[in-house]
């Protein structure tokens, strides 16, 4: 079928009793294929399909311009079908897409950046694939560190408290019962007095 001659109901491959959701279906299908992002070599053809494709799918899955656009059919009026979507409420966001055959489909820097260039996906997955590695080995050094230091910490208390409880234990041994008991009394009655 010639260009001019498909109706949006056959851009799409669709019967015109469709529901939105066979609309949305149809469009995502064939915006995968045509869609000039898709693959590195794009055809200038297949840009002018997705062009098509787009225009049918803002036009259909609006109710109120698919309803019109119904009229346009039933009258014969072709002419009017781009009307339609350029009179769409996202019309300043999109504007008319227009296929100009002089753009080149690369045009060079990414962003605007000198020197950079479009990087694919899987580039982009495999870079923070390998941030997130590297950051969970340091998160995982950082903690064993840690555990490191605050057992050497308690290792340390340990041995104070050991050495403490040695001497009080030696002192226990050296002067007896007795001594103890005197001793403790003295201390008792010197906080009394102070």
Known sequence: MDKDSQNYYDVLNVRRDCSGKEIRSAFLELSKKYH?????????????????????????SKPKLRKEYDNLLIQ????????????TPNSAVHGSWEVRPDVDAHPGPYYGVKGW??????????ALFILGIIGGLSGFASVKRSHNYQ????????????????????????????EQVERVAKRIFKRIDS
């Open 36 to 60: 000039p992002d898709v693959s590195v070599k794009s055809n200038p053809k297949d840009a002018e399909k997705f062009v098509r494709i787009y225009e049918a799918y803002e036009t259909l």
């Open 76 to 87: 014969g009026l072709r002419s009017n079908e781009r009307r339609i979507v350029e009179n």
């Open 117 to 126: 260039s479009r990087i694919s996906n899987s580039k982009i997955a495999l």
């Open 151 to 178: 057992k050497t910490r308690i290792d340390e208390v340990s041995a104070k408290a050991n050495e403490h409880h040695e001497k009080i234990r030696s002192d226990a041994r050296k002067y007896g019962k007795e």
